[in-house]
């Protein structure tokens, strides 16, 4: 039989809480229950007036303005406002009432410039939410899995300068000038002098974000974008981020980002990382802090048809390289850039047979590159074939890839409308909170037992 339903239902009055209209497993329901957001009136304490100027909005009210966006990844503050106003759920979520006006959609940027743009209130908030979810014994830090992924800026790509800058020195170039130096005095050769000329490269520097760093992936991707440096543990809890202009190699970041890890939660038992983070310094830096390094396989970068690096032996007591054919290979210098040369005879490899599996050269010797800190990279290498660290890398796929599959499907961080460093760490702090708060409610929530 065909019904139909009347309009007229829109105009009746009924007497209704709005906490019955929330659904009893909403997810706003499973954060109220999984923490209480007081802590936030101590961290803002001194940022507000207590005796005088206007009554402000609750600082609690804005902070979970904010999380709803991120939370259900609602593309800017405008459109939040908008949310809000029609959805009971984050109504009650808020503790407002039907009829209450919400506040307008600049409220919190204008809070954010004049309270918040020059504090850690946003780190603040995401290491209380993860000291949470470790009480609750929720997170397993004992690995932490490394990784870097690309937010697109809100900058056009067509727009920018070419800029002449200095390149950045590395945190670790006192540490390598000095090993440097000790090895060429241990083989009989003097010091480099100190490194006076300043190294420059051309950049592009955005004119719309010039903090933004300009990203090549391909031929076809091309763009302004920023980098979030990520770590999380074995069960998909962030445990700390760094963003940087995406011109900023992952592996630049590394150390900064681990020393957060380190001394915000605890020191990890391993770490894993992708290939572009197989650098000498950061196996020594990982073995140092006795971190076991768990690294992926690089093929080698020979070209086809010529002898791989692994086929010429190293003997570290006589420090030579052993070719093939038995031949030695000696050592040469110290370069400034941290790698030691070894060479061979060419009197003897010009009538070798297999001269052309070896080297091309004019002169027919063979040159072989060994870093001051090689020991550490072959080291990590013989790891990489044992059970644990097999097991460890394979979880990459379901921890820090996953971590940034949701945070860019499900928590609008794609891309982003926010501009400079500051207000893009304070995304990357908000997002990744957000995750962790989302992922501890739906941990720790009990459903309600029926009457």
């Known amino acids: ?85 029609t959805n009971v759920a984050y109504r009650w979520f808020l503790g407002y009432g039907f009829t209450e006006r919400i506040p307008h959609f600049s409220t919190f940027g204008k809070n954010y410039v004049r309270r918040f743009h020059d504090t850690d209130l946003f780190e603040q908030i995401f290491y209380k939410i993860l000291k949470e979810a470790m009480d609750k014994k929720l997170v397993d830090p004992s690995i932490a899995f490394i990784d870097s992924t690309h937010v697109k800026a809100s900058a056009n790509k067509k727009k920018f300068n070419k800029t002449v800058v200095q390149v950045e020195t590395r945190s670790y170039q006192h540490q390598l000038d000095e090993e440097i130096n000790s090895d060429r005095e241990m083989h009989g050769k003097k010091p480099l002098p100190p490194q006076t000329k300043e190294e420059t490269k051309e950049i592009k520097i955005s004119t719309t974000d010039p903090e933004s760093g300009y990203y090549v992936k391909d031929e076809r991707e091309k763009l302004f974008a920023y980098s979030f440096h990520t770590a999380c543990d074995s069960r998909g809890f962030i445990l700390a981020t760094k963003v ?29 990382v992708d290939a572009g983070y197989k650098t000498p310094y950061i196996s020594k830096l990982m073995m140092d802090n006795e971190i076991r390094p768990v690294m992926p396989y690089t093929r080698p970068m020979t070209k086809d048809g010529f002898f791989k690096k692994y086929e010429y032996v190293y003997d570290e007591h006589y420090d030579c390289y052993l070719c093939p054919k038995g031949q030695v290979l000696s050592y040469k210098t110290t370069t400034r850039e941290g790698y030691k040369q070894y ?109």
């Open 244 to 272: 940087s202009g995406a011109n900023v190699h992952d592996s630049r970041m590394f150390d900064k980002l681990l020393e957060e890890v380190m001394i915000k939660v605890q020191k990890p038992e391993a770490v894993a």
């Open 343 to 451: 060479v061979s005879d060419s009197r003897i490899c010009a009538d070798c047979p297999v001269l052309a599996q070896c080297t091309q050269s004019k002169d027919h010797k063979k040159w072989i590159h060994r870093h001051v800190w090689e020991d550490y990279i072959e080291e990590a290498n013989h790891l990489r074939h044992t059970v644990e660290n097999k097991e460890i890398y394979a979880r990459r796929k379901e921890t820090i890839e996953r971590v940034f599959a949701d945070a860019k499907e499900k928590h609008g961080m794609r891309w982003t409308t926010l501009r400079g460093l500051k207000k893009l760490s304070m995304q990357a702090m908000l997002t990744f909170a957000a995750m962790n708060l989302k992922k501890m409610a739906n941990w720790t929530w009990q459903k309600p037992c029926p009457a």
């Open 1 to 85: 039989m065909l019904s139909k339903r009347s309009e007229d239902n829109r105009l009746q009055i009924e007497m209704v809480a709005l906490d019955q209209l929330v659904p009893a497993d909403h997810l706003v329901r499973k954060i109220e229950s999984a923490i209480n957001f007081d802590f936030i009136y101590t961290l803002v304490e001194d940022k507000y007036s207590h005796d005088n100027g206007r009554p402000s909005i609750d600082p609690v009210v804005l902070i979970k303005m904010v999380f709803i966006q991120y939370l259900f990844g609602i593309r800017s503050m405008r459109q939040t406002i908008r949310e809000i106003e």
